[in-house]
């Protein structure tokens, strides 16, 4: 057994190499595995409740979800709906994650989870809705993905989208800050720069919504509830170790509720036709 391999997997922390600078250095992809957080999407099950109704998802759709960390999106609405459902992402932790969720939160749900590259992934099969998230913009070539991802629909089929954007500039500082935390940089932009992104593709639905931060309170509840659940399953009992995730753990949350008062979201049902696409006929409201 590798030690990615023994480290991934829920055995006893004395059967690995398992150390405080291990849990560290793990890039933050890995990490959000490693802890199994559930990373879900802007919008939580309420964007998840919006795509099911507006996009038509029923237990005869197949779903494609794109970047899927430990699962949470294509997890629920497989087990919600009943349709089946396909997702990758590149890290292995998060796909040991992913499939360990499914066992055992939603064992009806009819998903199969792989490690693959967005960039370079194909597929002879086609699916019905594709979901990305707010992940598209944090790709290296945001329209080269978009594009892969619509090569997966079948004609008509709905593309699934909560992009963050900018209600006010975002300080310097805090755009330093983040890089620093997530390893990669927070969505600058504002609303029409993040849209003209899916200008290619029809809008079923749209909403756009203000994000709150969370109280002290609620953040410390989240951290003990996941980071517990980690040790559990990864048999830890060193409280150095507990410390190291929870505190890790939690400076992502603070970043994250750091620059909520900065960003909004939306909520996208898009839609690829043949016949239309990638033109543009119908006026933005």
């Known amino acids: 057994m590798s030690a990615i391999q023994k480290i991934i997997n829920p055995v006893s922390a004395e059967e690995t190499d398992m150390t405080a600078e291990f849990i560290n250095g793990l ?12 990373n879900v999407l802007p919008g939580s099950h309420v964007t998840l409740s919006k795509w099911i109704n507006f996009a038509d998802i029923t237990s005869d759709s197949r779903l494609m979800q794109f970047a899927c960390t430990t699962g949470f999106q294509s997890r629920e609405i497989a087990m919600r709906t009943g349709c089946t459902a396909k997702a990758f992402d590149l890290s292995p932790y998060a796909i040991w994650a992913a499939n360990y969720n499914v066992k055992n939160y939603a064992p009806s749900a009819k998903v199969e989870y792989f490690c693959a590259d967005g960039h370079t992934y194909d597929s002879d099969e086609k699916f019905t809705h594709v979901a990305i998230g707010a992940g598209l913009k944090f790709f290296k070539d945001p329209q080269h993905t978009l594009k892969r991802c619509i090569s997966f629909l079948e004609d008509g089929g709905y593309f699934l989208a909560s992009p963050f954007y900018l209600s006010e500039e975002l300080p310097d500082e805090l755009v330093k800050k983040a890089q620093t935390v997530f ?9 029409k720069e993040i849209m003209s ?19 002290e309170e609620e953040l ?3 951290c003990e509830a996941t980071i517990k659940r980690a040790c559990d399953i990864h048999g830890i009992s060193n ?11 939690y400076r992502v949350k603070e970043m994250s509720n750091l620059l909520r008062p900065y960003q909004r979201y939306s909520t996208l049902v898009l839609r690829y036709r043949e016949c239309v696409y990638p033109n543009r006929y119908v006026e933005l409201f």
């Open 183 to 191: 390893g990669i940089t927070p969505t600058t932009e504002g609303y």
């Open 239 to 249: 409280e150095e170790l507990y410390e190291t995730m929870y505190n890790r753990l």
């Open 27 to 38: 890039a933050y992809p890995d990490f959000v595995g490693f802890i199994n957080q559930w």
């Open 220 to 222: 410390k509840n989240y």
């Open 197 to 215: 992104m899916y200008q290619d593709l029809e809008i079923l639905y749209e909403d756009r919504n203000d994000l709150i931060p969370e109280t």
